[in-house]
């Protein structure tokens, strides 16, 4: 490899990695508020589903977690509000 290579690949070498991990059940997943620091499973979010979406909120401080929204031709995933999301390996 030279220098004038890059060293990265496009989005598409993620496609194995992301299908596997949005294939389990992500409410065991446990996450952390960007808002306060809480973490926890996600399971323990407060989850709103009077929106055009789904709305998930911290226990804690009321701040937005998750946001779902779902159109006829595509699903929109905001998780801007979570510093992270563990997710458990299925094969672990």
Not at 15 to 44: K, P
Not at 65 to 82: A, E, K, N
């Amino acid at each position: 490899m030279t220098a004038d290579e890059p060293t990265y690949l496009d989005g598409n070498a993620a496609a194995g990695a992301l299908r596997e991990v949005f294939a389990v059940d992500l409410t065991t997943a446990i996450g952390q508020c960007a808002g306060c620091g809480d973490s926890g499973v996600f399971a323990e979010a407060r989850l709103y589903l009077d929106a055009p979406g789904m709305v998930a909120r911290c226990k804690v401080c009321d701040d937005v977690l998750v946001r779902v929204v779902s159109t006829p031709r595509d699903t929109y995933l905001d998780f801007r509000g979570l510093t992270y999301l563990r997710i458990p390996n299925v094969s672990s």
